[in-house]
């Protein structure tokens, strides 16, 4: 197994991390019966809980890309030391995004992200 497909593992269990600390978060604040049922007319999420459920979209919406872009890579045997940097810079730039999210600090969650982005682009810069 390439690198890049172990970094896309590991991303997808970081995917899985956040969605427990955002179901955590949703169930203190709103209480289990009211999540078992339709959720229909729930509050929005407010605090670290919010956070964790915005942080969780917005790793959902991110992965897609980064599989997308290593899948791509990997089956046409592209992997160099561009695939290998982007696809930490991604997972750290994640990682990291995902702890500062929860911890609430705005402009450094930007740099955090950014940082995912670049990953994204150093995949794709290989595959073009």
């Known amino acids: 197994m390439t690198s890049e ?3 896309l593992i590991w991303s997808a269990a970081l995917t899985l991390v956040l969605v427990v600390i955002a179901v955590t978060g949703a169930t203190l604040e ?3 019966p009211k999540l078992a049922h339709n959720r229909e007319g729930l509050p929005e ?3 670290w809980a919010g956070r964790a459920a915005r942080a969780h979209r917005n790793m959902l919406e991110s992965l897609i890309l ?3 872009l290593v899948l791509v890579a990997h089956s046409a045997g592209i992997r ?3 695939t290998l940097l982007g696809a930490q810079l991604f997972f750290w730039g994640r990682f990291a995004h ?3 999210y929860l911890a609430g600090i705005p402009w450094l969650r ?3 992200w950014g940082v995912s982005v670049a990953g ?3 995949i794709f810069a290989q595959l073009i």
Do not use: K, P, Q
């Open 110 to 112: 930007t740099a955090a």
């Open 30 to 32: 709103v209480v289990l």
């Open 66 to 68: 980064f599989a997308v």
């Open 98 to 100: 995902a702890a500062i």
């Open 120 to 122: 994204l682009v150093l």
């Open 45 to 47: 999420m407010t605090g």
């Open 5 to 7: 497909l172990m970094y």
């Open 80 to 82: 160099n030391e561009m």
